[in-house]
């Protein structure tokens, strides 16, 4: 029995207008001579969850065929585990953090000389189609797409023009896969039995509890998968009726880990770690770098792919782009490791960065304060969080199920993915591993200073000074010197594991980046943070709003909340200052029963902003409700 493609689409409202669109026959002339065509099948909030990849509960019978007949890639990362900079990595062949786009959904003005890597693709012939998410973190503009909508298609390009086409089905997001049962049960109704997920059948991964709602949540993604398996073979049936399969590169990946907890948002191997299958037609397969249904174990990030799309078509590299390509003409050495970045995600402010060398992982967490899971209105729906938060305040959650409700977050964390592959086992304090942790700290450290690591700066004060002088952010880091810079990533370094004595000196710097760092080390430090209390005082009066709210934290922690709880709740609740605003909410959760004898005061500053817009406001709403 086949799968009504008519029911899928109403199902997934997946971007499929290319599956419905008139037939137009593109001649090709002298196809022997002319370059390969180019399609990208990107898909979203998918992990490792193929058949291709060992997953026994997947079914996904058109993706592993094509990693029959291509290569499979097992140490392809994510540069972000969601969205915004992850795709700002593809499209630019850099990082977002040395843009300045490593927040989620922060729009930044880029510089000129900065492109999107498909400019080069069309100024070099290619007609470019995008169907249809951007989502870029910036304005593409124009050249960037021949069409970029959901009616994009390589079908409307000129006869014999190459074509470099994407389509990103969006069954797969975190929205999609959150339904209940009732609903599991209707989509299964209009699937064959053997494209259905029952979930009294599903693996539950041992960091969830093993509750129906759980399985009912694991299952709906399995199903979307399927779905999306069906759609991608919808899209190569189109390839070959129009006689393109054998003049196509055709990639399929994800845009960053699943859309449930301890995959998006997280940088763990369930974030960051993603598929990528690449098929070579026969024409093309010198430039694969195995024979067909070949495993590739090397490194690769998102931003190389710019690069090799460059490389492939013989296009030169331009030398801004900081990834390297690992196909075609311009293949570079192999990676020793990948980088990957964590900062805020819609009203949840945190900054991660990790080197991942394909088994050992290192991750350094610069705000260790911060739960494993703070509260993200748009998250909550999912209902394994909602699981999670039940069972963890009915003390019901032991062992790895606790994982992700610890209320702080280690500084370090350095995992054998080989060995322990849900990096459960914390080696960050082994004996054994110093050596090792110490070299991929040290390549982490010299890595975010040489990209001018944007998240070196509070996200309000790059803001602040983009505007003052009108320049990009990208300007913008790259105008701080390295002696500050330096100075600044020592305190980062520094944080949670250091005294108060080592940092509050820092306080009176005349940089505004190395002060919030330094704050940002006091609030960590909680009750430990005392000694630095007069200097605490004095920097609730600082020029820079983004240091006020550390500061007013780290007093709340030493208990003179009289003081700081005041300036947190003011901050929050200007207008128009949202990344001050979601710093100093996020700092409010963190703050818990603190908060209640300061819950009318809130009530007061929520009320006030009759608009309820602003990343905060969603938090505002969860503080109110909970605390009592």
Not at 234 to 251: P, R, S, W, Y
Request: one cysteine or more; a positive charge.
């Amino acid at each position: 029995m086949k799968i009504d493609r008519r029911v899928l689409l109403k199902t997934t409202m997946a971007q499929t207008a290319c599956l419905s669109f008139p037939f137009v026959a593109l001649a090709q002339e002298d196809k022997e001579k002319h370059r390969p065509n180019i399609l990208w099948i990107s898909v979203e909030d998918t992990s490792l969850n193929l058949g291709c990849y060992g997953d026994s509960d997947a079914i996904t019978p058109t993706l592993d065929q094509m990693a029959r007949g291509g290569t499979r890639y097992t140490n392809s990362f994510a540069v972000a585990p969601v969205c915004t900079p992850s795709r700002c990595s593809i499209i630019t062949g850099m990082y977002a953090s040395s843009l300045g786009a490593q927040h989620l959904r922060h729009s930044i003005a880029m510089p000129g000389h900065i492109l999107c890597f498909t400019e080069y693709l069309r100024k070099a012939g290619y007609y470019c189609t995008n169907n249809s998410k951007q989502d870029y973190n910036f304005n593409a503009g124009p050249q960037a797409w021949d069409e970029s909508s959901k009616n994009a298609h390589w079908r409307k390009g000129p006869k014999g023009k190459p074509f470099f086409s994407v389509f990103n089905f969006e069954c797969t997001h975190q929205s999609k896969t959150r339904y209940n049962e009732d609903d599991l049960e209707r989509i299964n109704a209009e699937l064959p039995e053997n494209k259905r997920h029952d979930p009294q059948k599903v693996a539950v991964w041992p960091f969830y509890p093993d509750t129906h709602k759980v399985r009912v949540n694991i299952a709906a993604y399995h199903t979307q998968i399927t779905i999306m398996d069906e759609l991608v073979r919808g899209l190569l049936d189109q390839l070959d009726a129009d006689g393109f399969a054998e003049d196509t590169i055709v990639f399929f990946f994800s845009d960053h880990g699943m859309g449930l907890p301890r995959g998006k948002r997280w940088l763990h191997d369930g974030g960051l770690r993603v598929p990528l299958i690449v098929r070579f037609p026969k024409k093309y397969e010198h430039l694969a770098p195995g024979k067909p249904g070949n495993t590739e174990d090397r490194l690769v990030s998102f931003v190389d792919y710019a690069p090799t799309m460059l490389s492939l078509l013989g296009i030169e590299i331009p030398k801004y782009m900081e990834g390297r390509a690992f196909l075609g003409e311009k293949d570079a050495p192999r990676r020793k490791w990948v980088l990957g970045i964590r900062d805020r995600v819609d009203e949840v402010v945190f900054c991660s960065r990790t080197i991942h060398d394909g088994r050992y992982q290192y991750i350094r967490n610069f705000k260790p304060h911060r739960p494993r899971m703070s509260y993200c209105e748009y998250s909550e729906r999912t209902q394994i969080r909602q699981e999670l938060r039940r069972l963890d305040a009915e003390g019901k959650l032991k062992g790895n199920q606790a994982w992700l409700m610890q209320r702080r977050t280690p500084p370090e964390e350095f995992y054998d993915t080989k060995n322990d592959p849900y990096q459960f086992n914390n080696l960050a304090l082994d004996p054994k591993y110093a050596e090792r942790i110490k070299g991929m700290r040290t390549i982490l450290r010299q890595r975010m200073s040489e990209l001018y690591d944007a998240s070196m700066h509070a996200e309000m004060e790059v803001v602040r000074q983009c505007r003052k002088h009108a320049i990009t952010p990208y300007a913008m880091v790259r105008s701080v010197s390295r002696q500050d810079r330096e100075r600044i990533l020592e305190l980062m370094f520094m944080t949670g594991t250091c005294r108060a004595q080592d940092v509050m000196g820092a306080l009176d710097d005349k940089n505004a980046s190395v002060r919030y760092w330094a704050a940002v080390s006091l609030a960590a430090m909680a009750e430990a943070a005392a000694p630095a209390k007069a200097e605490l005082l004095k920097a609730l009066q600082d020029e820079s709003q983004s240091v006020r709210v550390p500061a007013a934290e780290a007093l709340c922690n030493i208990g003179l909340e009289e003081e700081g709880m005041p300036a947190l709740i003011k901050i929050a609740g200007i207008p128009g200052e949202d990344c001050d605003s979601a710093l100093a909410v996020t700092a409010l959760y963190a703050l818990g029963d603190k908060v209640k004898p300061y819950i009318p005061d809130i009530k007061k500053v929520f009320e006030a902003n009759k608009s309820g817009k602003g990343m905060g406001m969603a938090t505002w709403k969860y503080i109110l409700r909970t605390v009592k």
